[in-house]
């Protein structure tokens, strides 16, 4: 479970911003990876050489190193959320693709070589996403991408069993399972939702108010599962007033995430664990400034690519989130 949007400024800055929901224990922490950084293909045994440096939110464990959300000196932003049920990596050969990656590493791949949305669009023509056991779940982790550079150009990427699927994404938010194109069909259902709301009507002769403000929200769905966390970021994201400058934007990036912020207790997994929102993170695409806050600390960090990256060295860990 997770939710992620984008938002741009009157300035033009786009921000993109993520909570992360999980169910399993994580250790996330806030890595610096330089540009010529090599690493580990888990598949195939060759190694991968970045082009750009990033900033990311990732966990090491059992020697790998894997990330769920970063921004790359170039501006492009990318999320990993989960795709149950509908990620199938293996149901449909993807031929004439010149390099295999794991699921969980696609997110360091695409950071390290594409320097936008469109160079990322290019390059998944040249790859192939297989699925990997993650040493988190012990599984194959099932997986979908959003990503959005400092144009405010974002796209969904998803393999099913129909392929590699790219999606433009103009409403730019994304949660769970269904696939994109299902939710997006889905706003259908809440057309009618409005800031603004019908003061009186009549049925008959009995005229009829509503109680207070509000009531153009009422078609608005409010659990918590994805398709309901999508709608309601959806709504949110259109009808804010558009921030006039960086800081707004933060605050407004917050404010959308509450609503579908879960808390724990709220929604309890198969396996008898919480599944709560573990942190939330904003990212500011042109300063590639990362600001965030864990379930247990509610105030703001910060971390920038460009004022730490001289001085921090490969892989160092900016500290536990």
């Known amino acids: 479970m997770c939710t992620a949007f984008c938002l741009q400024t009157k300035q033009g800055e ?13 250790d996330p922490h806030l890595y610096i990876i330089p540009s010529g950084y090599e690493w580990n293909n888990i598949l195939t045994g060759e190694t991968f050489r970045d082009r750009y440096r990033f900033i990311g939110i990732g966990q090491e464990l059992d020697g790998l190193l894997g990330f769920f959300d970063g921004v790359n000196e170039m501006g492009l932003a990318m999320g990993a959320l989960y795709f149950a049920g509908y990620a199938n990596y293996d149901g449909v050969l993807q031929t004439g693709r010149e390099e295999t990656v794991a699921s969980f590493d ?4 695409a950071l390290g ?4 949305v469109e160079e990322l669009k290019r390059q998944l023509k040249q790859v192939r996403i297989t699925g990997a056991v993650d040493p988190v779940t012990k599984t194959v982790a099932p997986l979908h991408w959003i990503a959005v550079d400092r144009s405010g150009n974002c796209i969904v990427i998803e393999v099913t069993s129909n392929g590699l699927e790219v999606y433009r994404n103009t409403i730019g938010v994304l949660a769970n399972s269904p696939d994109f194109s299902w939710h997006m069909t889905n706003l259908r259902n809440y ?3 409005s800031p603004a709301q019908m003061e009186e009507t009549y049925w008959g002769n009995t005229r009829l108010t509503p109680f207070g403000q509000a009531g153009g929200t009422q078609v608005l769905p409010g659990g918590y599962t994805s398709p309901a966390r999508f709608a309601r970021t959806a709504y949110l994201k ?7 400058n960086r800081n707004e ?8 995430m509450e609503s579908v912020t879960i808390p724990k207790g709220a929604v309890i997994s198969s396996r008898g664990h919480y599944d709560y929102t573990k942190y939330t993170a904003f990212i500011n695409t042109a300063t590639c400034e990362y600001f965030f806050k864990t379930y247990d600390n509610l105030q703001v960090g910060t971390a920038g690519l460009f004022e730490q990256a001289s001085t921090l060295p490969a892989l160092m860990n900016l500290g536990g989130i």
Do not use: Q, W
């Open 14 to 26: 786009t921000f993109f911003g993520r909570n992360m929901d999980f169910s399993y224990d994580i």
């Open 238 to 244: 259109s009808f804010l007033p558009i921030p006039e």
């Open 106 to 109: 696609f997110l360091h791949y």
């Open 249 to 256: 934007a933060v605050i407004s990036c917050f404010h959308v």
């Open 113 to 116: 070589k594409c320097a936008n």
């Open 191 to 193: 057309m009618e939702a």
